[in-house]
């Protein structure tokens, strides 16, 4: 008598696993939509991130560090002053100074800008932050990164005098 319940139960089976067995997935036909992105800048004013800029991890790249000079403020410039070693030198002398100030957890930032001068001696003076970056703590470590910049090669003017010659800092949008 228990053969027959025992053929019943599994031939039950057989039939059930049968009849649950699917056809393998299809490939994609590629009309998925498109690919949802966040965007920051697209959040609700009355959301904790208020209007969220840069990733501070966009920070880690080379490309985002800009410092050009202010045009206009002295006519006679016949050569740029320039950090010695360079641009390169510059961005790798910035990027390892600020990024001693990124912590896990800064949050987003908006970009900041920072004016300086470098005198007839090459020493970065007049120091100021024009735009926050809206965390304090990173401000007035900028400010201090430029006060404390090694000196520069002075701008001369076509007569080959030393001048005074104004840049702007800003983080840029590039990226890794």
Same mark, same amino acid.
């Given at each position: 008598? $228990?053969?027959?319940?025992?053929?019943?139960?599994?031939?039950?089976?057989?039939?059930?696993?049968?009849?649950?067995?699917?056809?393998?997935?299809?490939?994609?036909?590629?009309?998925?939509?498109? #690919?949802?992105?966040?965007?920051?800048? %697209?959040?609700?004013? !009355?959301?904790?991130?208020?209007?969220? +800029?840069? *990733?501070?991890t966009?920070? +880690? %790249? *080379?490309?985002?560090?800009?410092?050009? @000079?202010?045009?206009?403020? /002295? *006519? !006679?410039? =016949?050569? $740029?002053?320039?950090?010695v &070693?360079?641009?390169?030198?510059?961005?790798?002398?910035?990027? =390892?100074?600020?990024?001693?100030?990124?912590? @896990? &957890?800064? &949050?987003?930032?908006?970009?900041? #800008?920072?004016?300086f %001068?470098? !005198?007839v001696s090459?020493?970065?003076?007049? /120091?100021?932050?024009?735009?926050?970056?809206? $965390?304090?703590?990173? *401000?007035?470590?900028?400010?201090?990164? +430029?006060?404390?910049?090694?000196?520069?090669?002075?701008?001369?003017t076509?007569? &080959?005098q030393?001048?005074a010659? =104004?840049?702007?800092? %800003?983080?840029?949008?590039?990226?890794?």
């Amino acid at each position: 008598m $228990n053969l027959p319940v025992l053929a019943v139960v599994l031939g039950t089976t057989i039939v059930a696993v049968l009849n649950t067995w699917s056809a393998p997935p299809t490939g994609s036909t590629c009309n998925q939509g498109p #690919v949802k992105t966040f965007d920051p800048l %697209s959040l609700p004013k !009355d959301t904790a991130a208020r209007k969220p +800029f840069l *990733d501070p991890t966009a920070l +880690f %790249s *080379d490309k985002v560090y800009v410092v050009l @000079p202010v045009e206009g403020v /002295v *006519d !006679d410039i =016949a050569h $740029n002053a320039r950090f010695v &070693g360079g641009e390169q030198a510059l961005v790798s002398h910035l990027k =390892a100074q600020v990024l001693q100030h990124i912590a @896990p &957890g800064i &949050g987003w930032l908006e970009p900041p #800008v920072v004016n300086f %001068s470098v !005198d007839v001696s090459g020493a970065p003076i007049k /120091v100021a932050l024009v735009k926050t970056s809206g $965390n304090a703590a990173l *401000d007035v470590a900028l400010v201090r990164i +430029f006060q404390e910049m090694p000196r520069w090669e002075p701008a001369t003017t076509t007569k &080959g005098q030393a001048v005074a010659q =104004a840049f702007q800092f %800003s983080v840029g949008k590039g990226g890794c």
